[in-house]
């Protein structure tokens, strides 16, 4: 099926990430000018950790190809909102940049059926990726046999971020995770009785989807979850009932006020002990690091109750527009991304850990380390609210109902909502 650009900016317009992929390796006037005089990257990696994670592959670039320049067209604001429909305005003007920021995966689908991305599938070829991609990775990068975006990294998204001295003053250890979601919802108990107004913080709209999608894994297990997204689980299953209700328990304990708020807020109430716990992706790691907190002691990580074994993923990952201006320094840029120097200088920075497999383990630090074995040896499933498991529009559909939802607190209404978002997106 082919769509019209316009509903693709029609999407970006949600708010929600719209990305696109990248381009032919063999055939570079196919994405444009072979032309490597520069190459302008269109990212919403504007500050913080993320800019300095972007700043970090330039430095690297820049050492491999001293000859293109590097045009930094990031669009800061609005949690990357601004960007997104930026961007938007300028493929349907067909005023591409040389490359642009995605996640990997379904969120790519709009931008493949608009055929405003490249087939990379010989740029992996030429260069190797195959051999030092997982397969797993692979996998989700793969749509009807062709690959369209570069990975620089992987983000786990199950992670839960405690303060220690918070639980350890509640007389709760927070070095043992709790077995399941009963027992976590028991220690948000323990904590509200020892005056801690705020156990679990939340942020915006997304955070909020992402604490569900940890829920529904919890609950479901890694089989039923991700057969939400083929329909071999149906989201009117007893079993989203039971998530819906633990969701609404979790809320709970929430902050009321996340609305609105980047996810640094809800991540900065665990750093400075007015919450105990945040779920959230991996980069936080780097705004621990930034106000100087040390892993094992100020803080530590586990997997969200009950998906333990599991590796909730998302990549950030890079694309080739079709009629990119500058397709050789873009291909330049997407050989810096995935190469081996470059993807330590990202990863160390942004706090996530690198696609290839032929990265050592030893170059990070502890939390890292263990994330890389996890992604090795855990269930892989793919995050909802960060693209990787539903095109936009169906995400677009679920943000909704849940938005509605920490307004009125109505599960069944969230479950028909989900029953119907469902219902669209696979055509049933």
């Known amino acids: 099926m082919r769509k019209a650009l316009a509903a693709v900016a029609g999407l970006a317009v949600t708010g929600l990430v719209l990305t696109g992929c990248s381009g032919n390796a063999d055939n570079g006037n196919a994405g444009g000018s072979d032309d490597d005089s520069q190459v302008e990257v269109f990212t919403w990696w504007a500050a913080g950790s993320e800019k300095a994670g972007l700043d970090a592959l330039v430095e690297v670039f820049n050492e491999q190809y001293p000859d293109t320049e590097f045009v930094n067209a990031a669009v800061a604001g609005g949690a990357g909102s601004n960007a997104k429909n930026a961007l938007a305005s300028r493929l349907k003007a067909n005023n591409p940049p040389d490359s642009f920021q995605a996640h990997a995966g379904a969120e790519l689908t709009d931008y493949i059926e ?166 959230m992706g991996d980069w936080a790691l780097a705004q621990f690091d930034a106000k100087g907190k040390t892993y094992g002691t100020d803080y530590t990580t586990w997997p969200t109750p009950g998906t333990d074994g599991m590796f909730d993923f998302l990549a950030d990952s890079f694309t080739l527009p079709v009629g990119a201006p500058h397709a050789g320094g873009a291909k330049n840029w997407l050989k810096t991304i995935s190469s081996a120097e470059g993807q330590e200088a990202f990863n160390l920075a942004k706090g996530s850990i690198p696609a290839r497999t032929d990265a050592d383990p030893a170059a990070y630090p502890e939390y890292q380390q263990g994330a890389i074995a996890s992604f090795a040896e855990d269930t892989v499933v793919s995050s909802l609210a960060h693209g990787a498991a539903v095109k936009v529009s169906w995400l677009n559909d679920i943000t909704s109902a849940i938005g509605q939802f920490v307004s009125t607190q109505d599960g069944q209404t969230l479950q028909d909502a989900l029953v119907q978002a469902q219902t669209k997106a696979l055509g049933e």
């Open 114 to 279: 608009a055929e405003k991305i490249e087939d990379l599938s010989d740029f992996y070829a030429d260069n190797g990726l195959n051999d030092v991609f997982p397969s797993t990775l692979l996998d989700r990068l793969t749509v009807d046999g062709k690959i369209y975006s570069v990975p620089s990294n992987i983000h786990r998204a199950n992670v839960v971020w405690v303060n220690t001295a918070v639980l350890t003053d509640a007389g709760i250890d927070p070095n043992a995770a709790p077995a399941d979601l009963d027992a976590w919802l028991a220690d948000m108990e323990k904590l509200k009785a020892a005056g801690i107004e705020t156990p679990l913080s939340v942020a915006t709209d997304w955070t909020q989807v992402q604490l569900f999608e940890n829920v529904l894994i919890s609950v479901l297990g890694a089989d039923g979850y991700q057969g939400l997204w083929d329909g071999s689980t149906k989201f009117d299953d007893s079993k989203v009932t039971d998530a819906i209700d633990y969701y609404t328990q979790l809320l709970s304990y929430a902050n009321t006020d996340g609305t609105g708020q980047d996810w640094p807020v809800a991540t900065d109430m665990v750093i400075d002990g007015t919450a105990a716990y945040n779920v």
